[in-house]
């Protein structure tokens, strides 16, 4: 009797035991499938295969007349493509003198019925509108995504767009504000700034614990071009990188801020960005293969501003599984 006992009180201890044990094992996969909770500046998409961007870069109206007009030829070419979303790298508008030409121009992009999603570049707050005042605007439409960014992070809207199925994540796109002028001197331009690429450097890392292993392949989008575009040119006509190109503006070609905080080397470091894209410069349009990175010029997108009429239009991306596939739309 007392041995009976004794086996059944060992029995059930090793029970306990046991059953402890797999707790403890399974635990790591319980952690695994618990999914993070993403930041505020991080924005959902629906993906699917084949999802197409539109890039419009340096629309540049700076009133209603102008807007209604370049809105003509954007219309025609969003019809024609049909993208899941249009991009807009900066200097949507033009040294605003009242919020008319900001509100006409969110009226435009309104009508197209297409989620759509805006960063500034140097030329959209340089008159009597504030970013903070644009960027009420910009998260009060319907159908656009922006987000002001991070607190304690400079510019405003630094943001991503996370383009998921089935709760994974299966391309992120960062959304970054490359600033305006460098101090007083408008001749002089800034750039991404130092905590802006710490702020990237760690929203890659949140987008790598989500997805549980390795960050999702990525796209950037701002105004002001990296000192890399100018390397990336110079590799294409040595021979030592692939892509097309077509620069025409004066001498140094490209045009960028008056620092280089070092985006693209993070870039290559954390494995996740394979393309950048921006505009400012209106009469270069790139797509270069650098380093592994396509450094992308989009092709300006209104007949406002001084512009080359063979390179007026939009740069499309379509998403595949392989990574991207980049074409220009032309005015027609």
């Known amino acids: 009797m007392e041995i ?10 090793f029970k306990v035991f046991a059953m402890s044990l797999a707790l403890v094992f399974m635990l790591p996969i319980f952690c695994a499938c618990k999914k993070i909770k993403l930041p505020e ?54 040294i605003p003198e009242s919020d008319e030409v900001l509100l006409t121009f969110i009226s435009c992009m309104e009508a197209l019925e297409t989620p759509w999603a ?12 504030t970013k903070e005042y644009m960027a009420e605007k910009f998260t009060s ?7 002001s960014g991070e607190e304690g992070v400079d510019g405003v809207g630094n943001y991503v767009i996370n383009l998921k199925k089935k709760n994974k994540i299966m391309f992120s796109l960062f959304l970054i504000d490359s600033n305006m002028y460098h101090g007083d ?48 040119w110079e590799s294409l006509k040595n021979g030592e990188s692939t892509g097309t190109a077509t620069m025409k503006e004066d001498y140094p070609v ?27 410069d209106h009469i270069n349009n790139c797509d270069i293969l650098y380093e592994g990175i396509h450094m992308v010029y989009g092709l ?30 032309h005015f027609e």
């Open 4 to 13: 009976s006992k004794t086996k059944n009180a060992f029995a059930s201890s």
């Open 41 to 94: 500046y991080m924005l959902d998409m629906d993906y699917k295969e084949g999802f197409k961007i539109m890039q419009l870069a340096d629309v540049q109206v700076a009133n209603s007349d102008e807007c209604l007009d370049a809105f003509v030829d954007i219309s025609e070419m969003v019809e024609r493509e049909k993208p899941d979303l249009i991009v807009l790298t900066g200097d949507n508008i033009y």
């Open 118 to 129: 805006p960063v500034f570049g140097n030329h959209d707050a340089e008159g009597v509108l």
């Open 141 to 147: 439409a319907e159908h656009c995504l922006f987000h």
């Open 185 to 232: 001197d408008h001749s002089v331009y800034d750039t991404i700034h130092a905590n802006q690429v710490e702020w990237y450097e760690r929203a890659v890392g949140i987008l790598k614990k989500y997805n549980g292993k390795n960050p999702p392949l990525s796209l950037a989008f701002f105004h002001i071009p990296l000192f890399e575009y100018a390397d990336a």
């Open 254 to 280: 490209v045009y960028p801020g008056y620092e280089n905080t070092g985006l693209f080397e993070k870039a290559k470091e954390l494995k996740s960005t394979i393309g950048f894209f921006c505009g400012h």
């Open 300 to 329: 300006k997108s209104s007949r406002y501003s001084y512009y080359d009429p063979t390179m007026l239009g939009a740069t499309t991306i379509t998403l595949t599984k392989s990574g991207i596939e980049i074409k220009n739309t």
